[in-house]
């Protein structure tokens, strides 16, 4: 089993940055992929970014290339996602996953990560 705990969160405004934490615990060897999913009230659950370290591969949603960044502290055995430049579109609860497909892309659909986390609350006011 793998956990994963978000931090990071948080209300900002407009043009503001954030940084999302994301801590895996567990049997993190069996996974290769750490991915970034969001929910907004009412509306369905969407990719956000993913990485795969042991390929050096990231993929990113439409929405987050060049405003989002990976990053990871090894040490640490943390996992961040760096969000500039945020909008009111950008609020959502925000969920860190881990997959343990081994493929040749990085896997982006929610149904190919095996563990979740529990959220954390992004605002970001107009």
């Known amino acids: 089993q793998v956990q994963l705990v978000e931090s990071g969160g948080g209300l900002v405004q407009t043009g503001d940055s954030l940084r999302l934490s994301c801590a895996p615990s567990?049997?993190?060897?069996?996974?290769?992929?750490i991915g970034w999913f969001r929910q907004a009230p009412g509306k369905e659950r969407e990719f956000v970014a993913a990485v795969d370290w042991s390929r050096s591969m990231t993929y990113y949603a439409d929405f987050a290339k060049g405003r989002f960044t990976f990053s990871r502290d090894s040490a640490a055995k943390m996992e961040y996602l760096q969000m500039n430049t945020l909008k009111p579109e950008d609020t959502a609860i925000y969920y860190c996953?881990?997959?343990?497909?081994?493929?040749?892309?990085?896997?982006?659909?929610?149904?190919?990560?095996?563990?979740w986390g529990q959220g954390t609350q992004v605002t970001v006011s107009s």
């Open positions: 567990g049997r993190t060897f069996s996974t290769h992929t």
């Open positions: 996953a881990a997959g343990r497909k081994n493929t040749p892309y990085v896997i982006h659909e929610s149904q190919d990560y095996d563990y």
